[in-house]
């Protein structure tokens, strides 16, 4: 089993930063992909980014692309989202999901899940 707990959420003004962090444990995750999704009111979860645990091999949705960087810290286990540039349409609970396996984009093949973290960004 395995367990993700996020933090670093907050309010934001349109144009600043911030960076999330989700804590893992419970298992070996050499095989894992680990991922970002959000949710604002009203919508589906949608993608945000992956991370495969081994090889650090990434995907963006084209949405966040080259303002978000995700990356992970093998050492302490944890799993990072840079946020820069951020709009207010990027506002939503910010998820941390896993799966076994290779980088996807779709919520339903994640098997594990964080509690999510809340991000405002303010006009």
């Known amino acids: 089993q395995m367990q993700l707990v996020e933090s670093g959420g907050g309010l934001v003004q349109a144009g600043g930063s911030l960076r999330l962090s989700c804590a893992a444990s419970g298992r070996s995750f050499s095989d894992y992909t680990m991922a970002w999704f959000r949710q604002a009111p009203g919508k589906e979860r949608e993608f945000v980014a992956a991370i495969t645990w081994q090889g650090g091999y990434t995907n963006y949705a084209a949405s966040v692309k080259g303002r978000f960087t995700i990356s992970r810290d093998k050492f302490n286990l944890t799993i990072q989202l840079e946020m820069n540039t951020l709009r207010p349409e990027d506002t939503a609970v910010y998820y941390c999901?896993?799966?076994?396996?290779?980088?996807?984009?779709?919520?339903?093949?994640?098997?594990?899940w964080g509690q999510g973290t809340q991000v405002t960004v303010s006009s």
């Open positions: 999901a896993a799966r076994t396996g290779g980088l996807r984009a779709i919520a339903s093949v994640y098997g594990y």
